[in-house]
């Protein structure tokens, strides 16, 4: 199957303001936030595993200060995209809100208007904002009294920044890193056929690699690890087999 696009140019979409240029954009109800509903569940749970003495009350207090963190750190990442396309004089076509939450949107992703080394900073932007919360929720953390509210939300926002800022740099179309390297390869005289291929090829590798970490996780009980290493893994081998496509 090939990647569905996010928004077509000539789809029906209503323009709520412009970020750094960018439109921001909805459509139909799917403006809803009903991602922040989820991660909230999600985060009333996880204050519950992690320590079981906490009271109802207690776990959706904490959650409710966590997921803006685990969602503003999203919502930075996508930010600082759009940021870094402004500050090269390339904005992005769109943002679109998606059930609460930001997605990127670029109608040709090899447009030729753009340089190969404004396609790497532009996809930079993300990584960087992300790499910049996670040293400072770091400093935090050492700063912090080890049982204290401050010192709780600091690990939720390293953890999240530490998965945004590692993760959206592997060298899969879609995620920051494929452009990345996609670019740089066309930047040292390769065609973007050829770089699309080398991608492919790399993806092979990265979907052995992912597979083999995601069952080591399993085994060792650490099963979320095992699961999103699975899921980056099926995209990896989606990519490499052609199944997934950025754009025809």
């Known amino acids: 199957m090939r990647k569905p696009p996010v928004l077509h140019s000539d789809d029906e979409a209503v323009s709520v303001g412009r970020v750094f240029g960018t439109p921001l954009m909805i459509k139909g109800v799917t403006w809803f936030p009903l991602t922040l509903c989820i991660v909230w569940g999600i985060m009333v749970r996880i204050a519950g595993n992690t320590r079981p003495d906490r009271s109802l009350g207690e776990r959706m207090h904490l959650a409710t200060l966590t997921m803006p963190v ?128 080398v991608i492919r090829k790399v993806d092979g590798g990265l979907g052995v690699a992912l597979s083999l970490l995601s069952g080591a996780a399993i085994n060792k009980g650490r099963r979320l690890l095992g699961l999103l290493s699975a899921m980056l893994a099926v995209l990896s081998f989606g990519v490499a087999f052609g199944w997934i496509r950025e754009q025809d």
């Open 70 to 197: 685990v969602l503003g750190s999203e919502w930075g990442h996508n930010l600082a995209h759009a940021a870094a396309a402004n500050w090269v004089g390339k904005q992005m076509d769109a943002i679109r809100i998606t059930w609460g939450m930001p997605l990127c949107v670029y109608h040709d992703i090899n447009d030729a208007s753009v340089t190969p080394r404004q396609h790497i900073l532009r996809a930079m932007g993300g990584p960087l904002f992300s790499f910049t919360l996670l040293l400072s929720s770091i400093a935090v953390q050492r700063l912090s009294p080890k049982d204290s509210l401050t010192r709780e939300i600091a690990d939720v926002s390293a953890v999240t920044n530490a998965f945004l800022s590692t993760v959206s740099l592997l060298p899969i179309p879609g995620i920051d890193g494929g452009p990345i390297l996609k670019w740089s390869l066309v930047e040292r005289g390769c065609t973007v056929q050829k770089a699309d291929r």
